[in-house]
């Protein structure tokens, strides 16, 4: 009964510092829920199975027949959920002071982390997408303007579009001065013959590149 009461106290706790940390982002309350009662679920599955084989089998087959039909979510998710199953773990084998002191170090890392903001992609690093006619080449011609307006770009990825007719260009860039980007989009629609232009801030993940 102790582990599971330490269990329940801890995740939520989790819950609450992931509800603090991840309000600027915004977070799901069922998430939320799930990982406050986890900790305990998982203690109480290691106290039923203490340390008979055959219980553990037939555990573990209980639960393939559950399935998760919820999206996959970020690196941070899935690190806590393990996070919070690892202290459920600790409070149902009986190592309850294990797993309050786990807790706190990794919840005091999880919050530096969050508030010094560790990892943020440079806010003024732009995703430049430019589709452009069949016939141009898309390795110059747009080089006089980037020049101009410009500090550094990379080209990440060409695409086909519109039945094979047209080029969707993905560029990661850095604008020498923000107040400019009007100017800028104005003259890449005039050389690419006005078709579509999107600008805006970098993905969170580089799999963005591959929309």
Do not use: W
Not at 25 to 42: R, T
Not at 126 to 140: C, F, G, V
């Amino acid at each position: 009964m102790l582990g599971i009461l330490v269990a329940v106290v801890i995740g939520l706790v989790i819950a609450f510092v992931y509800i603090l940390v991840s309000k600027k982002d915004g977070y799901n309350k069922s998430f939320i829920i799930g990982l406050a009662l986890l900790p305990a679920i998982v203690a109480a599955v290691i106290l039923l199975v203490g340390s008979n084989v055959a219980r553990a089998f037939s555990m573990a087959g209980a639960f393939a027949l559950v399935r998760f039909r919820s999206a996959p979510g970020s690196a941070k998710d899935i690190s806590v959920v393990f996070f919070a199953m690892a202290t459920g773990l600790a409070c149902g084998l009986g190592f309850v002071t294990f797993a309050v002191c786990f807790a706190v170090i990794i919840l005091l890392v999880f919050v530096v982390l969050s508030v010094t903001g560790f990892g943020t992609r440079d806010a003024h690093r732009k995703q430049l997408r430019i589709t452009i006619p069949e016939n141009l080449n898309y390795m110059a011609v747009f080089d006089d303007i980037f020049d101009k307006y410009l500090s550094e770009n990379v080209l990440r990825k060409v695409k086909t579009t519109n039945m094979g007719t047209m080029f969707e260009l993905t560029y990661e860039c850095r604008m020498k001065d923000e107040s400019e980007q009007k100017q800028f989009i104005d003259e890449l629609r005039v050389r690419n013959g006005n078709l579509n232009i999107t600008m805006g801030t970098m993905p969170d993940s580089d799999g963005g590149y591959l929309n």
